[in-house]
Nanobody
Framework: QVQLVESGGGLVQPGGSLRLSCSASGFTPYYYSIGWFRQAPGKEREGVACISGSDDSTYNAESVKGRFTISRDPAKNTIYLQMDSLKPEDTAVYYC????????????????????WGQGTQVTVSS
């Protein structure tokens, strides 16, 4: 049974940093890619970053390039999203998701990419 559990959200000032964690279980990491999505109030869910299961190659959306970094700790089967230089427009519920595909090549499809979802964690960027 695939399970994804996010943690690490909270309130941070503009320009600050947060690190989100996604604890994954119930599947073989090599065959699955992991992605982070976010959904702000009144907006559609959008893909933020993805990491490949087979070779740890990554993809970042233009809106977060140079500020967000996705990474993995294989020993803990945990995926991280390091968020730096946060802006108020980064405020959203952040979701971890996975797809049974070893590459992120279809990640730009949006939420339809995901086979499984976590419950989400709130990130609020405000002074």
């Amino acid at each position: 049974q695939v399970q994804l559990v996010e943690s690490g959200g909270g309130l941070v000032q503009p320009g600050g940093s947060l690190r989100l964690s996604c604890s994954a279980s119930g599947f073989t990491p090599y065959y699955y890619s992991i992605g982070w999505f976010r959904q702000a109030p009144g907006k559609e869910r959008e893909g933020v970053a993805c990491i490949s299961g087979s070779d740890d190659s990554t993809y970042n959306a233009e809106s977060v390039k140079g500020r967000f970094t996705i990474s993995r700790d294989p020993a803990k089967n945990t995926i991280y999203l390091q968020m730096d230089s946060l802006k108020p427009e980064d405020t959203a519920v952040y979701y971890c998701a996975t797809r049974r595909q070893d590459r992120c090549s279809l990640f730009t499809r949006g939420p339809a990419w995901a086979d499984y979802w976590g419950q989400g964690t709130q990130v609020t960027v405000s002074s």
